[in-house]
C-alpha cells in the first residue's frame, strides 16, 4: 500500500513537470496563472493585465470648425491622437448627436464628421435623435461612409419588426489579450426625431431595452467580453462638478434600469441632455457624460482587466474640459476636411446682408413666428382665413444674433432645424388654450388683422387655419391637422436669410 502511493506521488509528480515545461515555452507560460490575483502570472511572472482608455465624445452637434461661441476640433485632434500614440488601447467612441448643428456638417448632411471620425480611428458610435433630422437616407449614407458602426440596439424597422440594417446592436473588440464588448441604444427620444422624415422606424424603450441590453451583455460575456461599454444617447437631466456623485436608482431610472449594472454592463456613457456629470450609481458602475457643442470637454475612462482572473477595474473616472486641450496645436486635419468639401460648405459663408444690432433669442424667435405668418398667409391667404402664425421656436447655440455682417452659416447655427411650413387647421378650443393662452414660453405667436381680429373670442367648437412648423405639427397634443404643406427645401433659417437680404435688419 505505501509503494502504491510512492508511486502515484511520483506519477503526479511526472505530470506537472510535463505540464509546466509544455505551458511555460521560454519565459512565457500559456496559460497563464495568478491565484493569488496580483496580476503577475504565478509562473512565469509577466504581467497578465490590460489597461484599455475609453475616450467618449457626446453631442458634438457638428462643430467641427471653430465658431462664435465655442472651439473647433482641431485641438481635441490632436489630444486623441497623443492618446493613441501612448497608448494602443485607446478606445474612441461617441453617445450620439454628432452632424446636425453647424454650417459644414449639415450642408454635407453629417459626412464631414462621419470623416472625421473615421479620420481618427473610431470604434463606434450610438445614433442620436438629431442624426434623423434629414430624414433615414442620410442615415444610411453615413452608415456607408463610416469605417466604424453605428451601435443601437433599439431603433427598429417598422416594416420588418427588426433592428434596422444601418445598425448593429454591439460590437466586440480585442484589447491586447482582453476583449471588450460595446452596446449602443438611442433614449426615449422618439418625440425629439423629426417625425415626418422618420416614420418607418420605431425605438423600443424601458423595460423592452433593458430586456434587450441584458440579451446582448450575455451572449457577449458568453462569446468572452472581460468588460462591457454601454454608449446610450440619453442622460441625467443636471449637471454636478467634482468628484463621482453617488445616484440612486430612482434618480436615474428615466433613461436607465439599475438592473443592467448588476452583471452585465461595466460603463455607461451617456448624452442627449448636455449635461456634465460623474455619477456612481447603486451597484458602483460611472456614468457619464461631458455637456456638448464641445464647450464641457470629453469623458474619459481607464480600466484594468486581470486576463486570467476576469476581474476588472475601472481605474480612472473622469471628465477631461476643453481647457485641458483648447491650447495644443491644431492639428491640419480640420482644415483639410473644410477644404474637401468646399463646394458644398462655400454657399453658407457668403454674406447676405447686415444686421444693425445685437439681436437676442426672444426676438429672433419671435421674428421667425412672423415670418411664418407672412408666408403663409402669401401662399394660402386668399383661401384661408389665417388666425396665426408661430409655435414651438427652439433656438441654438450661440443664441443671438452679432451684430454686422451676417451669413448663412450665421442662421445654420442659430437654426439648424429642417421643419417644414404647414397650414393646419385647430379646434377653436385648442387654438385658445395651445397658441393663443399658451403658458409654454417657447412657443411664439404673430397674428395677421384676421386673428387680431377674432382672438378674443374665439368659438371653442369652430375649425381655425394657422401655420407652424412641422415639428409643431406633429407634436400630438396639439391635435393639429396638416392641411398644406410649402415647400419642403425651405425653412425658418431660409425666411430669416431671405428677410435679411431684402434689408430686413439693416
Ligand atoms: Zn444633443
Ligand atoms: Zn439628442
Redesign the pocket.
Known amino acids: 500500500m505505501k509503494n502504491f502511493t510512492k508511486r502515484c506521488l511520483a506519477i503526479v509528480l511526472i505530470v506537472c513537470v510535463l505540464i509546466c515545461t509544455a505551458g511555460c515555452k521560454g519565459d512565457i507560460c500559456s496559460p497563464h496563472k495568478d491565484d493569488n490575483s496580483n496580476g503577475v502570472c504565478d509562473k512565469c511572472h509577466q504581467s497578465v493585465m490590460e489597461y484599455v482608455d475609453f475616450y467618449n465624445i457626446n ?1 458634438l ?1 457638428g462643430k467641427l470648425d471653430d465658431g462664435q461661441n465655442h472651439i473647433g476640433v482641431d485641438e481635441l485632434t490632436t489630444f486623441l491622437k497623443a492618446a493613441r500614440q501612448s497608448d494602443q488601447n485607446a478606445v474612441f467612441l461617441s453617445s450620439g ?1 454628432m452632424w446636425q448643428g453647424q454650417a459644414e456638417s449639415n450642408m454635407t448632411k453629417g459626412f464631414i464628421m462621419t470623416d472625421w471620425m473615421n479620420e481618427l480611428d473610431f470604434t463606434a458610435m450610438t445614433l ?1 435623435n ?1 442624426e434623423f433630422d434629414w430624414g433615414e437616407e442620410y442615415v444610411k449614407q453615413n452608415s456607408d461612409l463610416a469605417e466604424f458602426p453605428f451601435l443601437a440596439i433599439n431603433i427598429y424597422d417598422r416594416a420588418t419588426n427588426k433592428i434596422v440594417d444601418y445598425c448593429k446592436p454591439s460590437v466586440m473588440i480585442d484589447a491586447g489579450a482582453a476583449q471588450i464588448g460595446i452596446i449602443g441604444a438611442i433614449g426615449d427620444c422618439y418625440s425629439s426625431i423629426a417625425v415626418d422624415k422618420c416614420d418607418e422606424v420605431y425605438f423600443k424603450v424601458g423595460n423592452d431595452l433593458t430586456a434587450l441590453v441584458l440579451h446582448e451583455a450575455n451572449s457577449l460575456r458568453q462569446k468572452g467580453a472581460d468588460f462591457i461599454v454601454y454608449i446610450i444617447h440619453d442622460g441625467h437631466g443636471r449637471s454636478s462638478s467634482g468628484t463621482a456623485q453617488q445616484i440612486s436608482s430612482s434618480q436615474i431610472s428615466s433613461y436607465y434600469d439599475t438592473a443592467l449594472s448588476d452583471g452585465y454592463v461595466d460603463l455607461v456613457f451617456e ?2 441632455t ?1 449635461q456634465g456629470y460623474l455619477l456612481k450609481d447603486e451597484y458602483g458602475v460611472y456614468h457619464m457624460q461631458n455637456r ?1 457643442d464641445n464647450k464641457g470637454g470629453i469623458s474619459h475612462a481607464e480600466i484594468s482587466i486581470n486576463t486570467v482572473t476576469g476581474k476588472t477595474n475601472v481605474s480612472v473616472a473622469e471628465l477631461i474640459s476643453t481647457s485641458h486641450y483648447q491650447s495644443l496645436d491644431d492639428d491640419p486635419i480640420v482644415d483639410q476636411l473644410l477644404d474637401k468639401y468646399s463646394d458644398q460648405i462655400e454657399p453658407a459663408n457668403e454674406i447676405l446682408g447686415t444686421n444693425s444690432t445685437r439681436r437676442n433669442s426672444g426676438e429672433l424667435q419671435q421674428l421667425i413666428a412672423q415670418l411664418y405668418f407672412e408666408t403663409g398667409f402669401k401662399e394660402w391667404g386668399d383661401e384661408y382665413d389665417i388666425v396665426l402664425g408661430g409655435g414651438f421656436m427652439s433656438i441654438r447655440s450661440p443664441y443671438y444674433l452679432p451684430y454686422g455682417d451676417v451669413t448663412y452659416a450665421d442662421l445654420q447655427s442659430l437654426f439648424p432645424f429642417d421643419n417644414q411650413l404647414t397650414l393646419c387647421s385647430v379646434k377653436g378650443s385648442e387654438l385658445k388654450s395651445k397658441f393663443i393662452s399658451t403658458s409654454n414660453d417657447r412657443y411664439y405667436i404673430h397674428y395677421g388683422d384676421y386673428g387680431n381680429s377674432i382672438k378674443e373670442n374665439i368659438d371653442p367648437t369652430k375649425t381655425y387655419y394657422i401655420i407652424v412648423d412641422t415639428y409643431t405639427a406633429d407634436y400630438k397634443y396639439n391635435n393639429l391637422k396638416i392641411v398644406k404643406r410649402y415647400d419642403e427645401n425651405i425653412f425658418a433659417r431660409d425666411l430669416l436669410a431671405n428677410f435679411i437680404k431684402s434689408g430686413g435688419l439693416s
Open positions: 453631442d452637434h448627436d442620436g438629431h448624452g442627449h448636455h456638448g
